[in-house]
């Protein structure tokens, strides 16, 4: 295969800053435009800011002067590490994009390594889509970064299975044994933890079967803290929010599904396994500006970010009287910050020990955030992922390369994990109606 000449772009980096070892034996051009940019993103605690400094670590730790001449090799059976400093436009990339923007001096790097430094199969990597449309434009190559993305988006947009014909006398045990009962009459259908529905006979039973004991049991409709499921994907959302041998969970779905409201609910009914629980969601700023451009101070800021998660603690509360003690409890952990909702980035850098941590929003997550978020879990802290990924908002991610797709296409077979796909709406029918048809 003919080797290959990458040209970066900033925001491939911000995404991943260990991009440049996912080339395999071509080589790779890091336009010095690109070093500018990030250097304004060194300062600052979001995981963007920790991109843009391991990135400038790696380069210190290769540096040498060949890294601006000729190149650097990054290794056995890996190609060159080069920085391009001339970013001279030529007389159709001045015709085409007169004004000298960084996007523009990036293409014109790539345009200039192929016409004028005549290398075969430059190709510009970015993840912004106009970017690559200009570069088409230009009769230059160019791609997304493809290196996290997800090839098989079943397992997110999958309704609940059914499985037909099961034994009638597998149901009756299902509904009447104390202990789980063997999981063999399944095999073959399912992967890891799943939850199903088995029907056999004009009877069924909303089932779940655990990958560990290789065993499945009947999942009943439980209440948690005044919210009762209402339909299956539900009841089996709060059973994994609820069962302690899954620390790691996700609900897909679309709005008004109860992904937020059930796992808040889930937590609240465990308050008492958990020291704290954290309910956060990412911030993508308005028009890619951060939120210092909003009018206010900290909390005015932050409002419109985290007004969706005190609307879903709302709901849960009306649903007691205010005298009673669980409209009081909620009331005493938010006083005494044992129930925290914030904005993702507040909440970095804090402790996940025996933590019940909620992400919403997860779709608008980079793989390597979500990863992040993850390992930093302690002991005895469970993590809920919710998010829809067909309403992303972070201009660089799409339904294959944003964290939740990649976390459930990673952890779809491990034991610990669970997810559910919500389909129904329960909002109210108008929503339901809105969501469908818009």
Known sequence: MAKK????DTNVILHDFNCIHNFDDND??????????????KKGNDLI??????????????????LFNGGVSLGKNKGKLRIEINTIFSEKMKTAFPRSTPDHRILAIADRLLDEEKIPNVILV??????????????????DY?????????????EVLIVENVDPKIIDQLYHSSAPISSDFLEGKVVGNDFIIVKGNGSSALTFVDAATKTCRRVDKTKAYGIEPKNAEQAFSLDALLNPNIPLVSLTGKAGTGKTLLAL?????????????YLARPIVPLSNKDIGF????????????????FDNLAVIKHKFNPQSSEYRRIEELSKQEKLVIAPLAFIRGRSLSNTFFIIDEAQNLTPHEIKTIITRAGEGTKIVFT???????????????????YLNDRMKEQEIFAHVNLVKGERSALAELASNVL
């Open 5 to 8: 000449t990458f040209v970066l």
């Open 28 to 41: 790779i051009v890091i336009p010095i435009v690109v070093l500018e940019e990030l250097d304004d993103f």
């Open 49 to 66: 800011n920790l991109h843009a400094r391991e990135f400038a670590r790696q380069l210190d730790k290769i540096s040498g002067d060949s």
């Open 126 to 143: 970015s993840k912004d889509i106009n970017l690559r449309m200009k570069a088409k434009s230009m009769g230059v190559m160019a791609e």
């Open 146 to 158: 493809k290196s996290d993305n997800v090839e098989d988006l079943d397992t997110l947009n999958k």
């Open 265 to 277: 609910a889930a937590a609240l009914q465990q308050e008492r396994h958990f020291e704290q629980i």
């Open 294 to 309: 909003l009018p206010g101070d900290v909390n005015e800021k932050i409002a419109p970010y985290t007004l969706p998660l």
């Open 387 to 405: 998010g829809d990924i067909h309403q992303i908002d972070h201009p660089y991610l799409n339904l294959k390369s944003n964290g939740l797709s």
